[in-house]
């Protein structure tokens, strides 16, 4: 079955500063990798997604990179802001697994003002 | 419009002692899903529900029962809870007809003393 891998597992940066979370996957017919943002108490939230036919996908501050050759897609926050500090997962999901998403095992973002 | 809905939010039980998760969704989607989320492991996958009256294992099946009620409503039983089981537990759906974005409930955080 699908193995996502993510790193790095905790991420402090500074107001203002960029963030970027690392995942590598396994299975090369996963078609699609969501990104989720988990504030405490709370379900994760899907923040942005890509689908294996686009190499960018880009909302706002938040953009997602994807590279299929090597089975690895990145998280990229700009201008970081202390309501981005949470817990994000990557996951990826493909047609031979029955679309179910395979989590990565998070990041949890501090963003120091 | 309340997404998904899980009850309880919190619950204590003793070894041994059985209880039913539930959780229900107004999204009218097909797919429901249960995960349980334990630190530094990130969210895996209990059993599923691609569609109504279909119910599957996923990646940590063991100590657990679901039930498919209707298209709305997903439970996940714990026979007899055991400390291992303690954890917080994710209940999501989606519709294939929006692609493979799921959306998830608050979580039930569950003891097992």
């Known amino acids: 079955g699908e193995n996502v891998e993510q790193h790095p597992s905790t991420l402090s940066v500074q107001e203002g500063d960029s963030a970027v979370i690392k995942c590598t996957y396994s299975?090369?017919?996963?078609?699609?990798f969501p990104w989720y943002k988990q504030e405490l108490g709370k379900g994760p939230q899907l923040i942005i997604d890509?689908?294996?036919?686009?190499g960018e996908k880009k909302d706002q501050r938040i953009a997602v990179t994807l590279n299929k050759t090597a089975k690895h897609f990145s998280l990229h926050i700009t201008e970081t802001q202390p309501e981005d500090s949470a817990v994000y997962f990557c996951?990826?999901?493909?047609?031979?697994?029955?679309?179910?998403?395979?989590f990565g095992g998070g990041t949890r973002v501090l963003v120091k003002p | 419009n309340a997404g998904v809905t899980q009850t309880p939010k919190f619950q204590v039980l003793k070894t041994g002692q059985s209880m039913t998760l539930q959780c229900a969704q107004d999204?009218?989607?097909?797919?429901m899903y249960w995960y349980r989320q334990d630190p530094g492991m990130g969210l895996r996958l209990i059993y599923y529900?691609?569609?109504?009256?279909?119910?599957d294992k996923g990646e940590v099946p063991n100590g657990y029962n679901v039930s498919r009620l209707n298209k709305r409503e997903f439970s996940l039983r714990l026979e007899s809870a055991a400390p291992s089981q303690t954890s917080v537990y994710f209940c999501?759906?989606?519709?294939?007809?929006?692609?493979?974005?799921?959306?998830f409930g608050s979580g039930t955080r569950l003891t097992v003393v």
């Open positions: 529900s691609a569609s109504e009256g279909t119910t």
């Open positions: 299975d090369s017919a996963s078609n699609y």
């Open positions: 890509i689908r294996s036919n686009v």
């Open positions: 999501a759906s989606r519709d294939l007809g929006l692609g493979y974005g799921y959306t």
């Open positions: 999204m009218n989607h097909n797919s």
């Open positions: 996951a990826a999901a493909g047609r031979a697994a029955g679309n179910k998403l395979t």
